[in-house]
T-cell receptor
Framework: QQQVKQSPQSLIVQKGGISIINCAYENTAFDYFPWYQQFPGKGPALLIAIRPDVSEKKEGRFTISFNKSAKQFSLHIMDSQPGDSATYFCAHSGAGSYQLTFGKGTKLSVIP | DAGVIQSPRHEVTEMGQEVTLRCKPISGHDYLFWYRQTMMRGLELLIYFNNNVPIDDSGMPEDRFSAKMPNASFSTLKIQPSEPRDSAVYFC????????????FGNGTRLTVT
């Protein structure tokens, strides 16, 4: 499985601040880039996803930015809230593939 | 919709014992995936099925691991014999039959092998 490199491993942000998580991938054949959110004791759940034909996708306070030439994509959480405290995983899959390869996760803590 | 159901939630066993993890996917989903999560390696895909047929088991770490899907509503992941390094959280996930459909994960089985 081709790697997707995620950083940082952990992140502490003040309430109301911006959380930024970055991922880098290797293979330009990948064409689907989702982010999953995981709370303790739960399985990951899809948060937001993007395809490489757009550079940005926004859903509420969550935005994915995509840089195809740099083979990087990032998640921005605006106005971060304590309820956003969770582990976030980036992932990718190739054209026609049903397999997702996940990054190692970023543990986000939003402090009041 | 009850979501993906996994059992047991926690399993503690001794090295050498057989362990069976169970999964009930969401009704109507054609794909079923088994993942393993550890601090060191993150989420690793072990095997996935399409319409009850194993498609790719290249992630299964050793012959001690086996998975079956006898029907559309049930799958098992078996480890025999279990070893301490198998300790992890094992997730089952299912998805619809279309490209890039979201994965719906269960809440996992936390396995501890002593």
């Amino acid at each position: 499985q081709q790697q997707v490199k995620q950083s940082p491993q952990s992140l502490i942000v003040q309430k109301g601040g911006i959380s930024i998580i970055n991922c880098a991938y290797e293979n330009t054949a990948f064409d689907y880039f989702p982010w999953y959110q995981q709370f303790p004791g739960k399985g990951p759940a899809l948060l937001i996803a993007i395809r490489p034909d757009v550079s940005e996708k926004k859903e509420g306070r969550f935005t994915i930015s995509f840089n195809k030439s740099a083979k990087q994509f990032s998640l921005h959480i605006m106005d971060s809230q304590p309820g956003d405290s969770a582990t976030y995983f980036c992932a990718h899959s190739g054209a026609g593939s049903y397999q997702l390869t996940f990054g190692k996760g970023t543990k986000l803590s939003v402090i009041p | 919709d009850a979501g993906v159901i996994q059992s047991p939630r926690h399993e503690v066993t001794e090295m050498g014992q057989e362990v069976t993890l169970r999964c009930k996917p969401i009704s109507g989903h054609d794909y079923l995936f088994w993942y393993r999560q550890t601090m060191m390696r993150g989420l690793e895909l072990l095997i996935y099925f399409n319409n009850n047929v194993p498609i790719d088991d290249s992630g299964m770490p050793e012959d001690r691991f086996s998975a079956k899907m006898p029907n559309a509503s049930f799958s098992t992941l078996k480890i025999q014999p279990s070893e301490p390094r198998d300790s992890a959280v094992y997730f089952c996930a299912s998805s619809l039959r279309r490209n890039n459909s979201p994965l719906h994960f269960g809440n996992g089985t936390r396995l501890t092998v002593t």
